[in-house]
């Protein structure tokens, strides 16, 4: 009877064991309220008194999800308490509540227990379990060692190129940093960083950050460990430090779909704004490249804006659509669909233009799951955005244009918007909340977190096609 009752009381214990996408779904949702509460004290808001509760929890919620959207001017509404609440809301978003809580519980215990591997490889989309501890370590080396290094290039711009008092241009430097790297796009500045639009001094080393956070952990360690080992070979290491043979099929089409998608943002955006006499139109040669080339890196899910998004031409906000739609690499702090989702895409639509039957990638055959779970995601991201601009467009008479860049925007947890945020009453602002949530977390993990337990059938029912096209 005593056995029983234990293998009954062990029964219960493992039914209501949470999943851990479901872990990582609390996770965001209790730092994004704690968040809220910290923000909503007077002390956190120039004035008197404190925010409201929905200024609060929309800011918390863009910077735990590294979004950069705002109701409110950051630069004058925030009180330094209220900036730095942000600036590590920032953080801990980008590292991952789950990664971060790894962290903690390593610094402390040491180890990690078979669950807390499998809650954090929920986070980091790490292959396997043994990889997860090193992995969270280089998460926090690499993504301290580059916002450092960003942050004393732009503190030192700051200081020596406008005359910044040495603590008002750390905390610059800091802050855009770490906000860059990141990929939130807060800015301590009312115009963001319009007023820097052709300073390639502060402009191209927050692109780098963006770009390198947007390259996702897994390809950033990788390159890392690779450059590491070739360096000790002096003689072979510009030889082979980038031969692309060794790197895994994940490295390969984040690092060539990020390269592809720079360079036709860049044209594309820079093309069409060149005479638009509200953007690029009054910028020399050299500062209209510039400019396009920042706002290209920006819709890999930054925020960032060196010119006016609301003075863009509609082919602009299109393609910028579709930009951040794709979004950046998995497994870190970008957004969107990702790199590696769009190429799946591409890569069957390949195959079924030439008829072949098998869909291979740089030498290698992508298994039927890979197809379903790129399938599930873009339809699922596309179906979320179609009702949510679809819900705004019955809120409000902001045209549709506007009204889509901003879903996207927000889904996609990119942070650019026509300056219509704020204006958009509680009901849309609600609905980016929602759209950022379920965008930084993702459709497929937001869905697994919902559901109480993988169902698998025992039999499988006859095949039958229909027509197609």
Same mark, same amino acid.
């Given at each position: 009877?005593?056995?029983?009752?234990?293998?009954?009381?062990?029964?219960?214990?493992?039914?209501?064991?949470?999943?851990? @996408?479901?872990?990582?779904?609390?996770?965001?949702?209790?730092?994004?309220?704690?968040?809220?509460?910290?923000?909503?004290?007077?002390?956190?808001?120039?004035?008197?008194?404190?925010?409201? =509760?929905?200024?609060?929890?929309?800011?918390?919620?863009?910077?735990?999800?590294?979004?950069?959207?705002?109701?409110?001017?950051? @630069?004058?509404?925030?009180?330094?308490?209220?900036? %730095?609440?942000? &600036?590590?809301?920032?953080?801990?978003?980008?590292?991952?509540?789950?990664?971060?809580?790894?962290?903690?519980?390593?610094?402390?215990?040491?180890?990690?227990?078979?669950?807390?591997?499998?809650?954090?490889?929920? !986070?980091?989309?790490?292959?396997?379990?043994?990889?997860?501890?090193?992995?969270?370590?280089?998460?926090?080396?690499?993504?301290?060692?580059?916002?450092?290094?960003?942050?004393?290039?732009?503190?030192?711009?700051?200081?020596?190129?406008?005359?910044?008092?040495?603590?008002?241009?750390?905390?610059?430097?800091?802050?855009?940093?770490?906000?860059? =790297?990141?990929?939130?796009?807060?800015?301590?500045?009312? +115009?963001?960083?319009?007023?820097?639009?052709?300073?390639?001094?502060?402009?191209?080393?927050?692109?780098?950050?963006?770009?390198?956070?947007?390259?996702?952990?897994?390809?950033?360690?990788?390159?890392?460990?690779?450059?590491?080992?070739?360096?000790?070979?002096?003689?072979?290491?510009?030889?082979?430090?980038?031969?692309?043979?060794?790197?895994?099929?994940?490295?390969?089409?984040?690092?060539?779909? *990020?390269?592809?998608?720079?360079?036709?943002?860049?044209?594309?955006?820079?093309?069409?704004?060149?005479?638009?006499?509200?953007?690029?139109?009054?910028?020399?040669?050299?500062?209209?490249?510039?400019?396009?080339?920042?706002?290209?890196?920006?819709?890999?899910?930054?925020?960032?804006?060196?010119?006016?998004?609301?003075?863009?031409?509609?082919?602009?906000? &299109?393609?910028?659509?579709?930009?951040?739609?794709?979004?950046?690499?998995?497994?870190?702090?970008?957004?969107?669909?990702?790199?590696?989702?769009?190429?799946?895409?591409?890569?069957?639509?390949?195959?079924?233009?030439?008829?072949?039957?098998?869909?291979?990638?740089?030498?290698?055959?992508?298994?039927?799951? %890979?197809?379903?779970?790129?399938? *599930?995601?873009?339809?699922?991201?596309?179906?979320?955005?179609?009702?949510?601009?679809?819900?705004?467009?019955?809120?409000? +008479?902001?045209?549709?244009?506007?009204?889509?860049?901003?879903?996207?925007?927000? =889904?996609?947890?990119?942070?650019?918007?026509?300056?219509?945020?704020?204006?958009?009453?509680?009901?849309?602002?609600?609905?980016?909340?929602?759209?950022?949530?379920?965008?930084?977390?993702?459709?497929? *993990?937001?869905?697994?977190?919902?559901?109480?337990? !993988?169902?698998?059938?025992?039999?499988?029912?006859?095949? !039958?096609?229909?027509?197609?096209?």
């Amino acid at each position: 009877m005593h056995s029983r009752a234990i293998r009954e009381r062990g029964n219960t214990t493992k039914r209501h064991r949470l999943h851990p @996408a479901q872990v990582v779904v609390s996770g965001f949702a209790l730092t994004i309220f704690v968040g809220t509460a910290l923000l909503m004290l007077p002390n956190a808001r120039v004035g008197p008194g404190g925010a409201s =509760f929905l200024e609060a929890l929309f800011t918390a919620t863009s910077a735990v999800c590294v979004t950069g959207l705002t109701v409110v001017d950051t @630069a004058v509404y925030w009180t330094p308490f209220g900036q %730095v609440v942000i &600036l590590l809301l920032i953080q801990i978003g980008g590292f991952g509540i789950m990664s971060f809580a790894s962290v903690v519980g390593l610094a402390i215990a040491r180890k990690l227990s078979l669950r807390s591997r499998i809650t954090a490889a929920a !986070e980091t989309k790490s292959v396997g379990l043994a990889d997860v501890k090193g992995l969270v370590f280089g998460v926090v080396r690499i993504s301290l060692a580059i916002e450092v290094t960003v942050a004393m290039m732009l503190a030192l711009r700051f200081m020596l190129g406008y005359g910044e008092p040495i603590g008002r241009a750390i905390w610059l430097g800091v802050f855009h940093s770490v906000s860059s =790297f990141n990929n939130a796009g807060f800015a301590l500045f009312s +115009d963001n960083l319009m007023g820097y639009a052709t300073d390639a001094w502060i402009c191209l080393p927050i692109a780098a950050a963006v770009i390198l956070g947007g390259l996702g952990f897994p390809v950033i360690v990788q390159l890392r460990r690779q450059l590491r080992r070739q360096g000790r070979d002096s003689r072979h290491w510009l030889q082979h430090a980038w031969s692309i043979r060794t790197w895994t099929m994940n490295t390969r089409i984040v690092v060539s779909g *990020t390269l592809a998608l720079l360079i036709l943002g860049t044209a594309y955006i820079t093309a069409v704004e060149w005479s638009n006499p509200n953007t690029l139109g009054p910028l020399d040669w050299s500062g209209k490249l510039l400019a396009g080339f920042f706002q290209s890196v920006q819709t890999r899910t930054a925020g960032f804006n060196s010119i006016d998004i609301g003075q863009l031409d509609s082919a602009t906000l &299109l393609g910028m659509d579709v930009l951040m739609l794709i979004g950046g690499g998995p497994a870190g702090t970008a957004g969107g669909i990702k790199i590696t989702t769009f190429a799946v895409l591409f890569f069957i639509i390949w195959t079924e233009v030439r008829g072949q039957v098998a869909v291979n990638v740089f030498g290698k055959r992508l298994s039927r799951a %890979v197809h379903r779970e790129a399938i *599930t995601i873009s339809l699922l991201a596309v179906g979320v955005i179609i009702a949510a601009t679809a819900a705004l467009m019955l809120l409000t +008479d902001i045209s549709l244009d506007a009204l889509l860049f901003e879903a996207i925007s927000a =889904f996609a947890t990119v942070g650019l918007s026509t300056g219509i945020t704020a204006g958009l009453p509680w009901g849309g602002q609600v609905i980016l909340i929602l759209l950022m949530f379920i965008g930084r977390l993702g459709p497929i *993990t937001f869905a697994s977190a919902i559901a109480l337990r !993988e169902r698998r059938t025992t039999y499988e029912l006859p095949k !039958e096609r229909p027509i197609i096209g």
